[in-house]
């Protein structure tokens, strides 16, 4: 599998398609390389009695960070261990990612895949066996029982969003949408199969969704920024 040109494994409502992939080039834990320049805030050196700065715990938190690079493919248990990861600021929809049950490079062996603009959730299960990933940012490991401050925003095309630490729960609405570009999607997890789908639907015009609370994860790609209605 040497391209991307997959078809991404998904749910189709009505005309919905989901997950679109690119035809170009090759093909997605805590494993690996430290964080590469810009991407993010580095950890601040704690400091020492005596006025020394402590580097190995800025070096650790770091590489915490930085589970794994965005480029290479990565064997689960050993380079990547079972978990839910995150990758960033990718803004040119060149970033893909794929899980698979082995390492033949047969489409039998495709879990779930996707290319990305934004941000991706993936969560990389102890029966998985390799995960690939291409042209995107570093992926860091995340802890989903962790609450941030959620927004009442989203940027249309910004893939995807936490309920509950990115983004609250509510209706939102996006508007100027063209010739069905506009694609949403609530979703139960981020493993990204048929069964992580709960709605989804592509959009011209105006686009209303309400988000639940029990939703895991919001999807948006090619749609005008999303606003909380009300």
Sequence with gaps: ????????????VGIVVIGVVSANADDNGDGGTADTAGKGPSASAAQQPGGKTDTA???????????????????VGSDVKPGT?????????MCYWERAKDASGEMDSLLANDNVSGTSYVTVKATDKLFKSSDCTDWEAVDTKAK??????MDGDGGMFRVGSDIAPGTYKSTGNADDSCYWERT?????????IIANNNVTGSAI???SAKDAYFKTSGCGDWKKAG
């Design 57 to 75: 715990k800025a070096k650790a938190a770091e590489k915490k960070k930085a589970a794994f690079a965005g480029d290479g493919e990565f064997q």
């Design 209 to 211: 969704v309400t988000i």
């Design 1 to 12: 599998m040497g391209m991307k040109g997959k078809v991404a494994l998904g749910a189709v």
């Design 85 to 93: 990861y995150r990758t960033t600021g990718n803004s040119d929809g």
């Design 148 to 153: 941030g401050s959620p927004a009442a925003t």
């Design 188 to 196: 139960k997890d981020a493993d990204h199969g048929l069964d992580s």
